[in-house]
């Protein structure tokens, strides 16, 4: 992705806030920007940040609308001014590929590998949150970490979703991928089900998938300490009861398979269910 100047901030607050003994300087600025697809596609809209929520929504438009709020918190005046110029946003424009990466100190930034979540940064935090509209066949990539919360609403096409630190809502749905985050629950609600296999996990929270009464599909459903619910009618599904782990020393190590596996209507793409600390409900969408 190329870097490209943002437009002029629409709003700028500055002042001290907290008590006396933790105050901090903060600052936040809004800015709006029409990013345009290029080519025939498939068309992807990217959106990466350490710190900061993204809400899509799909609409019947050919461009991508995009509001921008950046907020930032220093100890001081030289932390602001370091903020301020350390943490870019990148933007790509005219191509198959649009959207918004937020680089943190060292080029850090969501999903690559290079990023580091124990690394000891200045003495501030840049947050951005970001409201989008897009073409609703767009395929989506998103990513973020900190204060995370994800929303999409009515995307026709495939995703793949990342957080760690916050929930993820997906709201008419039509289309397949991965949807995962650590700390926040999981609520996809679809118009069509999945056509492909596809991924739902959490570590702490629940998942609530509501597909559409003609739903087929393969299920592997797991929980540690919740519970696996569904109003359709299931059937056991055959799969190895134990898999070959690794081999340690002279001897071969075997862990059981830790999912309940089954079987919805006639089968179809494996779509998998996982969180530690939570229940798995897969419902049948209200008419």
Known sequence: MKAIALIAPVLVLAGYTGAAQAQRLTKSETTHQTLHFAGAGPHVLEIRTVEGSISIEGYDGADVDMTVNKSISARTADDMQRASTEVVLETADNAATVGAVARYPNGDSCGEDSHSHSRDWPDYDVRYDFTIRVPRNTQLKV??????????????????????????????????????????????????????????????????????????????????????????????RAVKTAVQSHRKGSQFVYEANPFATVRIGNGGPLLTFETLNGNVRVLRRAQ
């Open 143 to 236: 990513c973020t970490i900190n204060r995370g919360d994800v929303k999409v609403k009515g995307t026709r096409e495939n995703f793949r979703i990342s957080s760690i630190n916050g929930r993820i809502d997906l709201i008419d749905m039509d289309g397949s991928g991965d949807a995962t985050t650590i700390n926040g629950g999981i609520s996809a609600s679809f118009v069509g089900a999945p056509r492909t296999d596809s991924l739902f996990k959490t570590i702490n929270g629940d998942i609530v998938f509501t597909v559409p009464g003609s739903f087929s599909a393969d299920l592997d459903m797991k929980t540690f300490t919740g519970g696996l619910f569904t109003d359709f009618d299931a059937a056991p």
